[in-house]
């Protein structure tokens, strides 16, 4: 933790209020006065050890019930920190009296709490810190980000979004002036010289093309001495959809910028990529016959800072019987939310029945199989009968009507 000798302890009241649409904190300083003041929600996604080395993922957000002690302000620095079940999530902020900004951001969170950490192999408290992206917010204005912003560390990813912190709040009173984090803020798009007049919505503006994903080789184990559970290989790229604009982001399956883990059930496996644009969790479930991919959870920044952060939990994608393998070597693509979509190239995923860490007998997609080449067929047979009984139905009809007009 980040503490300052001319920080002044708070004695005095801590609110917390419980909203539905996050957790409202309010300090008072010594005399009763308002001091710091912050409206936000919070996810983690953390990365921890079970027993006998299986790797598990923990989701949860920042709950309604958390208390304050330990938080503190004064008129060049301050902090504050939310506890919550034995684990403490806490910002520093310093101020130069025209701006402020948030120096870090600390977590601790305690591996003891088995609801939140199910079959952790460990007890103890880890604890990181990182730089937040919350710098040059005018002094006497609240900071204010709706846009969802993710911190992405090794273990741990931090979603913030819904923000509204004033860190030195001035005579007791908390502003109503905004300094927008730059998420929020309009994007200012430069038009070409010469166009054509148009109607209706702006159209999306795409990115450059990217070359096709490099295909990554994930294997998770359930320790080191076994062999593989799940087996996954693929290039992948996301395709975002914000605001006005679309960018696509090619995953990049080098072990030295991406780190896979996950873990393996009997019902449901995970397998989670940790680049340092974006974290994938992908979750996959069985009815004891058949598998499926059933969640997608990503989130991460694009190359100009904006943070994204999709999730979807009820798929039903790259089906195939347990024991068996799930393949698609041609170009799929999938809209997993209307903002996210999915390109998946030389796919194929085992997540369950894995035998002497090897692919089973594939099961192919459609765009793989023999039968492909028989849907511009039968599209064309189809359309050539459509001819045939359109040109039928004219002569008949002609033939009638000429037959209405004999002479008598």
Request: charge should be negative.
């Amino acid at each position: 933790m980040y503490r300052h000798a001319a920080f002044v302890l708070l004695l005095a009241s801590i609110t917390v209020f419980q909203l539905s649409h996050g957790v409202e904190v309010s300090v008072n300083d010594s005399d009763n006065k308002l001091c710091l003041y912050a409206n936000l929600m919070v996810n983690f996604s953390v990365s921890y050890e079970e027993a006998g080395n299986k790797s598990a993922t923990a989701e949860f957000e920042l709950p309604a019930d958390v208390t304050t002690e330990g938080s503190e302000c004064n008129k060049t620095s301050s902090m504050l920190k939310l506890n919550f079940g034995g684990h403490t999530w806490s910002v520093s902020f310093t101020s130069d009296g025209a701006k402020y900004q948030a120096d870090s951001v600390t977590f601790s969170y305690n591996l003891s709490d088995k609801t939140t950490f199910p079959g952790a192999a460990s007890n103890e408290t880890l604890s990181l810190t990182v730089k937040p992206e919350i710098n040059d917010v005018t002094e006497g204005t609240c900071y204010s980000c709706k846009s969802r912003d993710t911190i992405v560390s090794e273990l741990v990813n931090q979603t913030l979004w819904n923000v509204l912190m004033q860190a030195f709040v001035v005579n007791g009173s908390k502003s109503e002036a905004i300094t927008s984090c730059a998420a929020d803020l309009p994007v200012t798009t430069v038009a070409p010289t010469t166009h054509t007049p148009t109607t209706g919505p702006a159209p999306t503006t795409p990115t450059p093309t990217l070359p096709t994903p490099t295909t990554g080789k994930y294997i998770i184990k359930p320790d080191e001495n076994s062999t593989a559970c799940l087996l996954a290989n693929f290039g992948l790229r996301i395709g975002l959809k914000l605001g006005e604009k679309y960018q696509e982001m090619n995953l990049d399956p080098n072990p030295n910028k991406t780190a896979a883990s996950g873990q393996c059930g009997v019902n449901s496996s995970d397998l989670v990529l940790v680049s340092d644009t974006m974290a994938i969790t992908l979750t996959f479930t069985n009815d004891t016959k058949k598998f499926r991919l059933h969640a997608l959870n990503i989130t991460g920044k694009t190359s100009s800072g904006v943070a994204f952060s999709e999730v979807n939990t009820n798929l039903s994608l790259w089906e195939a019987a347990v024991g068996a393998s799930y393949m698609c070597n041609k170009e799929q693509n999938y809209t997993i939310t209307n903002q996210l979509t999915l390109f998946t190239f030389d796919l194929r995923v085992q997540p369950f029945g894995v035998k002497a860490g090897v692919f089973s007998t594939a099961e192919e997609c459609f765009l793989d199989s023999d039968l492909s080449f028989l849907v511009p067929i039968a599209v064309g047979v189809a359309l050539s009968f459509l001819i045939v009984l359109v040109l039928i139905s004219y002569l008949i009809g002609r033939r009638k009507s000429r037959t209405g007009y004999q002479s008598v």
